[in-house]
């Protein structure tokens, strides 16, 4: 995923809800639960990398006060 395609906190967050749908539905195949689960991953990293960089900020500037 380059950087152009990278979703944003609230996408990524949104995508993530939906596949934790999908793969909560039983008639899913285990292909496709692979792909969601991965997909979810990737998800999941963009989510944490977004939260973690905000706190760093927010860190950075608790301590300019």
Do not use: H, W
């Not at 380059?2 to 995508?15: D, G, H, I, V």
């Not at 899913?28 to 977004?50: D, F, M, N, W």
């Not at 706190?55 to 500037?61: D, V």
Request: with cysteine; proline share 2%.
């Amino acid at each position: 995923m380059t950087k152009e395609e990278r979703p944003s906190f609230e996408e990524a967050l949104t995508k993530l809800e939906a596949i934790v749908e999908k793969l909560d539905d039983e008639d899913i195949t285990l292909e496709e639960s692979v792909q969601l689960y991965e997909e979810g991953l990737k998800l999941s990293k963009i989510c944490s990398k977004t939260l973690e960089n905000a706190e760093l900020k927010i860190e950075e500037i608790e301590k300019k006060k």
